[in-house]
């Protein structure tokens, strides 16, 4: 390891000092010099001439240090994508700044859609340069250097924001230093007419504010240059963007790349049409006018022939409103806000529908157009303001309309002009329509016969209304009679399967419920006690307060509060703990009584806990949380939040349990993370994808794909061969397990950004139903019974199959588990081929281990340096032994020297034929056929000191579970 670092450092030098040499080479030296020989050194030095400007030019508009890092080394890469056709190679300052800049606002339109969808959490940002004025006229500079010629941007940004003096600038563009004076004093000038142009009086003055720009602290780091180079470095050969860099970095490369195609395709069309209309003896100037959308839709359009023109049909109000219109902009008493952007608004016929991430909101919708302003009336269906009338005004400009109300409920004033101004308590809108094309298409038309692509026709069994918010979590009952659901209006309620209706109110009641994003009284997650005796949700009292609140599941009384600052908790499966997440510790009370056991405690290696999993013997907590932002020491606070991590526990130790999960990355901001009802795989998402992770050795055994967006939450069926996924794609999957493949799908297709998320889901104990919900405020009961009932497909493996799956069972995690899934497929042939090699493994000498054991005190150095050897090669197979003499009475020196081995062995990667086994027992409870469970019985009779035992028998007791309680 060693040898493998001073490698890459002397390598890293190495790229360094030549870059270093070629300062002095001009942009277009080293252009030409990177083309021809693909010489990272060249790039290299591109990166550090200009890597400082286009740093700041993305931290002016994103203010944020991960999402700024990400835009920087996008715009490395389209560069090195771009290389040969930018045109001018003299000097790519004039380039970089434009298509950094670009880059940036489309990461900030990306991080903005982002944040305003989350539920909940925001991030924070470090803290900016206290001269707000300097960083609000930097950014207006960017925007405008990007509008002027490029022979006047040019010398501004290599003398103002590079820093470079202009004889330097000079030689870098190949000017004399009198074109370049001349040059540099027309471009200030022509930004200082822009700029007035905008309402700003620049004056010589101010020319220091730019001038500071190339002496701010904000610069890319030698890590992110050298990670830059290296991506670029790999794109350029020809790998492709979206493996060599990050995934948000492809992204935005991709959109960015898309955009600017589109751009050239614009302009090559113009200038296609020009020469046409040149040729067709057409001016120029009527060029434009082609372009031109007409304001007036009734106005007639000139045809070409003797045929007169016909008068298009005038349309009403009424009749052009029809449709979908997007809001685009809102001015909240004089102040501009997003509150409602993002938000859709739906007009069919009379009614109005409102729909955004907190739900719907019905209106009906009365119009004046004979008034001036046109008056309309919209008046609320539903929610606290229901039968009131809002009196409003708006005004019809093609696609774009503009409506003016009161921002103050029960106000009865109609405005008197399309306005905001402070202190005017209006509020004015500007929507967009939405063009048939741009809507979201349905998910195709569930068929019973296609049980691979569609669930039940789509239909639920029940849809459970009557919350007025989104429903945050959902669960079942034990005895499956009843389900519950939480939800951001402040109630949580359990409603009655058979019939669907509410018969529990826990929380608010009708005249207090909260739609819209309120900041208190909300519930985010709900829970039955395993005895049916309590139900549990977590509430947030205050914006930094939430507690976990245990009520009677009969009678809906406040039973007690729990502390659960980390807004999470989770219920042993024995139901007599339940452990709730705060910041930096983890509290394990009685659920019966309250009564506080014990505490974990996270320290630095996670603040908040954001999520908590039981194992299912209850042995172990997986818990998930950020840890703290890394700090410079340069006495800058930094707070961006960092990605969750896991940390796996020992309940009854309140230590830390050893695993290969531990500090395994998850997501952010309270990524969902589950755990398969054997406890062998956790379940995490990656963007669109679902990661399932083997808990026993931390590797990656496959990823599930067919989610058009980001995962919400899973849950797994009772006999943990059925994973449900909730997504903001609005669907409901159900997938196989082990092999992966989508079984079913549940509710339309919708666009993330326009509402629909399934937020949450949970199977029913027997496993042949689901309940789902999400942002729609509603909760739907499906029948999954015949994707859960399913017979599996029977491929019976050959003897030399069955032997190579053997040998593939001990290989890394997605071989592994591949060869699982063959030997599943197999039961008759792969049941006892497996019970021939497992019987076959020889027993543990525990007389040779207790010899060894006895050895470490003795008092001859290389006896006890044997013994020790020889322990450790046995590896986990001497860890019952090692245990047992620990807890017996040994001297101090042999207790520290047993301590030191049992810390060794459980921190050691299990050994390729311990692996071998797990997965072999693994596959025979997925079987779980006759065979297989008296197979499974059979290993759970060996020697206690055996791992194979341990995993055979909690595999044999989870099979009689659900013999016991299967329909």
Request: proline share 5%; hydrophobic share 40%; with cysteine.
């Amino acid at each position: 390891m060693a040898t493998a670092n001073l490698s890459t450092f002397l390598k890293q030098l190495s790229r360094e000092m030549a870059a270093e040499t070629l300062n002095e080479l001009t942009d277009r030296q080293l252009v030409e010099q990177f083309l021809a020989r693909r010489e990272e050194a060249a790039f290299e030095a591109i990166v550090r001439r200009h890597g400082a400007m286009v740093y700041r030019v993305s931290w002016r508009v994103l203010g944020q240090p991960q999402e700024t890092e990400d835009a920087f080394q996008a715009t490395f890469l389209l560069l090195a994508q771009k290389l040969r056709t930018v045109r001018k190679h003299d000097s790519l300052a004039s380039w970089l700044h434009g298509v950094a800049h670009r880059v940036a606002l489309q990461a900030r339109q990306r991080a903005a859609r982002r944040r305003r969808h989350e539920s909940g959490a925001a991030l924070t940002q470090i803290e900016r340069s206290a001269d707000l004025s300097a960083d609000e006229l930097l950014a207006v500079l960017d925007a405008e250097l990007c509008k002027l010629p490029e022979k006047w941007r040019l010398p501004l940004i290599l003398c103002y924001l590079e820093g470079r003096t202009q004889e330097e600038s000079a030689s870098q563009l190949g000017w004399s230093k009198s074109t370049l004076r001349r040059r540099l004093e027309e471009a200030r000038d022509a930004l200082a007419g822009r700029l007035r142009g905008r309402g700003l009086v620049w004056s010589v003055a101010l020319w220091p504010v730019l001038l500071s720009d190339c002496l701010a602290s904000a610069t890319p780091s030698p890590g992110l240059v050298a990670a830059t180079v290296k991506t670029a470095g790999a794109v350029a050969a020809g790998k492709m963007v979206s493996i060599a860099a990050s995934a948000n970095v492809a992204a935005l490369t991709d959109e960015v790349m898309k955009a600017m195609f589109l751009t050239k395709v614009k302009i090559a069309t113009a200038v296609l049409l020009a020469a046409a209309l040149a040729a067709a003896g057409i001016g120029a100037a009527a060029l434009p006018a082609l372009h031109a959308t007409p304001t007036d839709q009734s106005a007639p359009v000139a045809l070409i022939g003797d045929e007169a023109p016909k008068k298009p049909e005038v349309k009403t109000d009424k009749e052009l409103l029809q449709g979908t219109w997007d809001v685009t902009e809102v001015v909240s008493d004089g102040t501009a806000t997003d509150n409602l952007k993002g938000v859709q608004a739906v007009f069919d016929k009379d009614q109005l529908s409102l729909v955004g991430v907190a739900g719907k909101r019905d209106f009906s919708v009365k119009l004046d157009p004979t008034k001036k302003p046109k008056a309309i009336d919209l008046t609320a269906l539903d929610g606290e303001q229901k039968d009131k009338t809002n009196p409003a005004i708006y005004e019809l400009d093609g696609d774009v309309l503009k409506l003016c109300m009161s921002n103050e409920p029960g106000k009865i004033t109609r405005p008197a002009e399309l306005a905001s101004k402070e202190g005017s308590k209006l509020l004015l809108m500007t929507l967009k329509r939405v063009k048939p094309n741009q809507e979201a298409k349905p998910a195709d038309q569930p068929t019973v016969a296609d049980a691979k692509i569609t669930g039940n026709a789509g239909l639920p069994i029940h849809s459970l209304k009557g919350h007025i918010n989104r429903v945050t979590s959902v669960a079942y009952s034990p005895d499956g009679a009843s389900v519950a659901t939480a939800s951001w209006d402040g109630s949580a309620r359990i409603w009655d399967v058979k019939t669907g209706k509410e018969v529990l109110r826990l929380g608010l009641d009708d005249a207090k419920l909260q739609p819209g994003e309120p900041s208190n009284n909300t519930f985010s997650q709900i829970a039955f006690s395993p005895d049916n005796t309590f139900v549990v949700t977590v509430k947030r009292e205050t914006t930094d307060k939430f507690v976990a609140i245990v009520w009677n599941r009969r009678t809906g009384e406040k039973v007690r509060t729990l502390p659960a600052d980390g807004a999470s908790f989770a219920i042993s499966p024995d139901g007599k703990v339940i452990a709730c997440g705060g910041y930096r510790h983890i509290g394990i009370f009685e659920l019966a009584t309250g009564k506080l056991v014990r505490e974990l405690h996270g320290d630095e290696k996670q603040l908040r806990i954001e999520t908590l999993t039981f194992s299912p013997d209850g042995k172990s907590l997986i818990s998930t949380g950020h840890p703290p932002t890394p700090q410079r020491g340069d006495g800058v606070e930094r707070l961006t939040i960092m990605p969750d991590v896991i940390r796996v526990w020992d309940v009854a130790s309140a230590k830390e349990r050893p695993s290969p999960l531990n500090g395994l990355v998850v997501g952010r901001l309270g990524q969902q993370v589950s755990q398969t009802t054997d406890g062998r795989t956790v379940v995490h998402s990656s963007g669109h994808e679902i990661c399932l992770l083997e808990a026993a050795t931390g590797g990656v055994r496959a990823k599930l794909t067919g989610h058009k967006s980001d995962l919400c939450d899973f849950a797994f069926s009772p006999d943990g061969r059925t994973q449900a996924s909730g997504s903001m794609d609005g669907t409901v999957r159900l997938w196989d397990l082990p092999s992966g493949k989508e079984l079913g799908r549940f509710g339309p297709l919708v666009d993330p950004f326009k509402g629909g998320w399934v937020l949450s889901v949970a199977f029913s104990p027997d496993g042949r139903k689901l309940i789902s919900g999400g942002l729609d405020m509603t909760a739907n009961i499906w029948d999954v019974s015949r994707f859960t009932s399913r017979q599996r497909t029977v491929a019976e493996r050959s003897p030399a199959d069955l032997e190579a799956d053997w040998k593939d069972l001990a290989g890394d995690a997605a071989a592994g588990h591949a060869a699982l899934c063959r030997l599943v497929l197999s039961p008759e042939r792969g049941v006892a081929f497996l019970g021939k090699q497992l019987q076959s493994i020889p027993p543990i000498d525990r007389n040779r281990v207790e010899r060894l054991i006895a050895d470490l005190d003795s008092d001859q150095f290389q006896v006890r340096d044997q013994a020790t050897n020889e322990l450790v090669a046995l590896g986990e197979n001497a860890l019952h032994s090692l245990r047992k003499a620990l807890a017996g009475n040994t001297s101090l020196e042999t207790k520290r020297r047993l301590e030191a081995l049992v810390d060794r062995l459980d921190n050691a990667r299990l050994s390729a034929q311990t692996v071998r086994q797990i997965r072999a027992v693994e596959a025979l409870e997925y079987i779980g056929n006759l065979e297989a469970r008296r197979l499974l019985e059979k290993l759970a009779k060996g020697p206690t000191d055996l791992r194979l035992m341990q995993e055979a028998q909690a595999a044999a007791g989870r099979l009689a579970k659900r013999a016991a309680i299967a329909p």
